[in-house]
């Protein structure tokens, strides 16, 4: 679990009985190995945007959150879908130096908002944690999603870090 002044971020993985575990918790994975169901939570000063209520296939949830993180930095509003459900994950850069992320789908609509060298930050340690795991658990997953890796290394660098 990453956390960086109020802002947690974590891995859950799905058991076939519908049970969340840490990922780093997780021993092993017997599931498909392209579609790994989980969740991600993600909370900032404790309110939620990201929970196990929006378990997905999370081997491509981190990805799609990745892809829409890197498209706000470059143009200011990044989306992505969720991979089975019509819920859509946005982030928007709110003036030099805060993002918001929004939920929304059917009921649900979260947000939240925070400083957005820590929410980077933040993000990317459990990002990078996750596709740490994934290939501990899934050997051979990471060359899938060499380019998301290489995407979050580079934060740091537009951090300053």
Do not use: K, N
């Not at 840490?22 to 929970?51: F, K, M, N, T, W």
């Amino acid at each position: 679990m990453s956390g960086f002044i109020g802002i947690e971020v974590d891995t859950l993985l799905r058991s076939p009985v519908g049970e969340f575990a840490r990922i780093a918790d997780v021993g092993s994975y017997s599931g498909d190995a392209s579609h790994v169901p989980g969740a991600i939570e993600l909370s900032v000063h404790g309110a939620v945007v990201l929970d196990r209520e929006l378990w997905d296939d999370v081997d491509w949830l981190w990805p799609y959150v990745i892809q829409a993180i890197d498209e706000c930095l470059a143009f200011g509003l990044g989306e992505r879908y969720f991979p089975d459900q019509p819920i859509v994950f946005r982030v928007e850069r709110i003036g030099d130096r805060r993002l918001m992320f929004t939920v929304q789908g059917g009921a649900i609509d979260r947000m939240v908002a925070a400083d957005t060298a820590e929410l980077l930050a933040a993000v990317a340690e459990a990002a990078l944690d996750f596709f740490d795991h994934l290939e501990r658990l899934v050997p051979g997953s990471e060359a899938t999603f060499v380019e998301e890796i290489a995407r979050v290394r580079s934060w740091a660098v537009q951090r300053g870090g």
